[in-house]
């Protein structure tokens, strides 16, 4: 059975079919969740954080809450990743990344958690600064390599993308052509090596937020013919090809969080061809905040995507959409989509 975990501004949305439609059933109530991961070999146990109530788990499909009650210092979890490969007493060791920023690392199931301190020290930490709050900074993305384990990616937002290579006890600084603001960034285990970032770079400097690396990290370029919007915010991969990507953008940050000035675009792109926005069974660009895109390993050629207008999925990889006709409780305003997955 197919089941969506999306991240509201209020709550965290369990979206699942029931006789013949989708339903959404809400939790976490009243606080404001910020990211959610699923454990890609144990699917029942889920974590959100959030950005007032620190960070929650599920060992049952969400059915019921525990929190975080020691070890992350902040109560503003912006992201959280699982390992698909970092494993210990039979969970997925995971990763969670606050504001201010730091770094924590839990390997029992999200029952304890340690601070990786030496991220702070990373010589460019000083520098990182989150524009509408400029007097810190968070991690806002966590990476760990699909084949590869204590390979860990980690996005401070803004500043800095950084490479750990033992499972966050050491840190690598950001590389001199390497994405500044990354807002998502995509593995592929069928792409050794290869790293997709969806980056605000191309808003805060001349290019553009998609840059893309061959070789693990060391190095970085920017294909991106085709995109007329340069300010990039999530990215996935088709799991049955990985040169098959959908993309969200928007002109602006405002355009693309701010509901009073909202427009934004999902871009295509297949092998070495350009850029295509695609249109087909979307809302219109103007009003759609910018989507957040992921992929379920066990649906080859499916694309979905979360936004305020509601939560789409394409068949196609990703030429054309439809929304799910999801019933939501009386009352619901899907608001801003921070988070989803799919499993």
Not at 268 to 295: D, F, H, Y
């Amino acid at each position: 059975m197919t089941k969506l975990y999306v991240a509201l501004n209020e709550a965290l949305a369990i979206v699942s079919p029931h006789n013949g439609e989708w339903r959404a059933d809400l939790h976490l109530i009243g606080s404001q969740p910020q990211c959610v991961a699923v454990d890609p070999l144990r699917p029942e146990q889920i974590y959100c954080g959030t950005f007032d109530q620190g960070l929650w788990y599920s060992s049952n499909a969400g059915k019921s809450w525990q929190h975080v009650e020691e070890g992350i210092t902040s109560e503003h979890v912006m992201s959280v990743a699982v390992s698909a490969v970092e494993r210990a007493g039979g969970y997925g060791v995971v990763y969670a990344g606050t504001e201010p920023s730091a770094l924590f690392r839990s390997e029992d199931g999200g029952n304890t958690w340690r601070e990786l301190a030496t991220l702070r020290q990373l010589p460019s930490a000083p520098t990182w600064s989150f524009p509408p709050r400029p007097y810190t900074s968070h991690i806002r993305w966590i990476t760990p390599d699909p084949l590869l384990a204590g390979r860990i990616f980690a996005a401070a937002e803004a500043g800095a993308l950084v490479r750990s290579l033992d499972g966050g006890e050491h840190w690598e600084d950001r590389k001199p052509d390497g994405p500044f603001d990354t807002h998502t960034l995509v593995m592929h285990p069928m792409a050794p090596n290869r790293l997709y970032s969806a980056a605000g770079d191309g808003f805060m400097q001349p290019g553009n937020g998609f840059v893309q690396s061959n070789d693990g990290g060391e190095t970085w370029y920017r294909p991106d013919e085709g995109l007329e919007h340069h300010y990039l915010w999530s990215i996935a991969a088709d799991p049955a090809d990985p040169s098959t990507l959908v993309i969200s953008a928007a002109h602006s940050p405002q355009q693309a969080h701010d509901p009073r000035h909202a427009e934004s675009a999902i871009y295509r792109r297949s092998g070495n061809s350009s850029w295509q926005q695609v249109r087909a069974g979307l809302p219109e660009p103007r009003g759609m905040l910018t989507s957040v895109l992921v992929t379920n390993k066990a649906e080859p050629g499916v694309f979905y995507a979360a936004n305020n207008q509601g939560v789409f999925r394409s068949a196609d990889a990703g030429s054309s959409w439809e929304a799910l006709p999801i019933h939501w409780p009386e009352g619901t305003q899907i608001g801003r989509a921070h988070g989803l997955v799919v499993v």
